[in-house]
């Protein structure tokens, strides 16, 4: 068998069946988390919006780097 004939039925064949168990064990191994640590994970969300909520007023707020100023 010519090594081109080779090496194509490992490319057809043989790579998506290691692809395929790749992905199962990634899956596999994929971490759920508890419900406590979903719950701390929200609490603590929550407490830094609300701690961002308590800056003053007069604070300026960052510049938005992320649009450029059109000059007109």
Do not use: C, T
């Amino acid at each position: 068998m010519p090594l081109s004939a080779i090496l194509w039925f490992f490319a057809v064949a043989i790579g998506p069946v290691l692809l395929g168990g790749a992905i199962a064990y990634g899956k596999y191994r994929e971490r759920r988390y508890a419900s406590r640590e979903q719950a701390e994970s929200r609490a603590s969300v929550e407490r830094l919006y609300e701690e961002e909520g308590d800056e003053p007023e007069s604070a300026s707020p960052e510049p938005d780097r992320h649009h450029r100023k059109v000059n007109s």
